[in-house]
């Protein structure tokens, strides 16, 4: 059945909006994983990001080539992309109330909502975007939804060096990873959020006591796994005997403030911070590296510690952050009203965001939705008064 067009979003008119806006609070990590090279959908948990290992004398990186991921949970997991961010939250955190969240989503989709309520807050402008979403009860889902969510890069193709660099100025932490995602939680405005995101390194030094710490608290997770047969592990983690989503215990938590974000570029064209700032700001990634070379001659580069440069960013777009508020809402109340699901599109061809009837398959196993179900919370509220 072909779908069907239900409405259009406008863009939130914020020609009276107040000059003091929502800002991020609240901030907390709540799960991490690692992709591991696998001939089936595998994670590791908690993982843990690259170690930022930077060269202490210029440094030649080759380009990048070969494999490229844009949308990496899609690609391994194509029939739930985020399943495994609920997966590795009910095992760090089995009894986690997840009806007290308004919207759980990847970093990107608030990005490219941001573009739309502002053009300039993105490097390339306002490009098309597609995204998915579904609402149970109280809770919204948005899925990234991507025409290609991966690439190859031939021998004779130039793409840059960023990844390369990566693998150069970095040391894994997980064998055979493919990259390090992270679950943190916070409120803006009125609404609380997750938001999954992919971290590039951590920096040791800034970790401090709070990371050695959470690495101590996360002991006794790690050997509670390490003790814990397979068919315990998925009763915990209630892992459905259908799901192809394999887990396995490695790594350790590090804190937020130590995770790195790293941007590369040619020497002759200097980063712009506000370039970077949207991106850092959704993830609240308190350090950033901006690399350049000389046909790949990387200089050694430096960690920067950006939180005062966010905060400033979400004074000064306090109106664009308003809007996005009220846009996620109205997104939430149209989708809500059509059965709870819908795909907002943006192509380029007009100045509103289009919103179809979504077609298919759930975005999540069954056993997921249960935690999602109200009627649970009133039998455990029941429950709790007898």
């Given at each position: 059945m072909a779908s069907i067009r239900i409405a259009d979003i406008h863009r939130p008119d914020l020609t009276n909006s107040e000059k003091i806006g929502p800002s991020i609070t609240d901030v907390e990590h709540?799960?991490?994983?690692?992709w591991i090279e696998s001939s089936t959908p595998t994670i590791a948990v908690p993982g843990c990001p690259p170690l930022w290992s930077p060269a202490k004398t210029p440094k030649k990186v080759a380009k990048d080539s070969g494999l490229i991921y844009i949308a990496q949970n899609a690609v391994r997991h194509p029939e739930s992309p985020l399943e495994p961010l609920f997966r590795s939250l009910y095992i760090e955190n089995p009894l986690y109330n997840i009806r007290l969240v308004d919207l759980i989503t990847d970093r990107n989709n608030i990005r490219k909502l941001l573009s739309f309520i502002n053009p300039n807050l993105s490097k390339n402008g306002l490009e098309p975007f597609t995204i998915g979403v579904e609402v149970t009860n109280n809770t919204a889902i948005f899925c990234r939804m991507e025409a290609e969510t991966c690439m190859f890069i031939g021998p004779h193709e130039f793409r840059g060096y960023g990844h390369e660099f990566e693998k150069a100025f970095t040391t894994t932490q997980v064998s055979a990873s493919t990259g390090h995602h992270r679950i943190i939680s916070y409120n803006l405005g009125d609404l609380k959020f997750i938001v999954r995101y992919e971290t590039d390194a951590y920096v040791d030094e800034l970790s401090g006591v709070q990371s050695r710490n959470v690495e101590l608290e996360n002991g006794s997770l790690l050997s509670m796994m390490k003790t814990m047969s397979l068919s315990q592990l998925e009763s915990r983690s209630r892992l459905p005997a259908e799901s192809k989503l394999v887990m396995k215990e490695e790594g350790k938590q590090v804190s937020i403030q130590s995770t790195l974000e790293i941007k590369t570029r040619v020497a002759h064209k200097p980063i712009n911070i506000q370039e970077v700032l949207p991106q850092l700001w959704v993830s609240q990634t308190p350090n950033l590296v901006r690399a350049y070379h000389k046909g790949g001659l990387f200089e050694p580069p430096e960690v920067e510690a950006v939180t005062r440069e966010i905060t400033k960013w979400e004074e000064d777009h306090?109106?664009?952050?308003?809007?996005?508020?009220?846009?996620?809402?109205?997104?939430?109340?149209?989708?809500?009203?059509?059965?709870?699901?819908?795909?907002?599109?943006?192509?380029?061809?007009?100045?509103?965001?289009?919103?179809?009837?979504?077609?298919?398959?759930?975005?999540?196993?069954?056993?997921?939705?249960?935690?999602?179900?109200n009627k649970m919370e009133s039998v455990q509220a029941i429950g709790s008064d007898s």
């Open positions: 709540l799960s991490s994983y690692n306090a109106s664009d952050l308003r809007g996005l508020v009220i846009l996620i809402k109205e997104i939430i109340r149209v989708a809500r009203e059509n059965d709870g699901n819908a795909v907002i599109k943006y192509d380029g061809r007009s100045d509103n965001l289009e919103v179809w009837r979504r077609n298919g398959s759930k975005m999540l196993p069954d056993d997921l939705y249960s935690k999602l179900d």
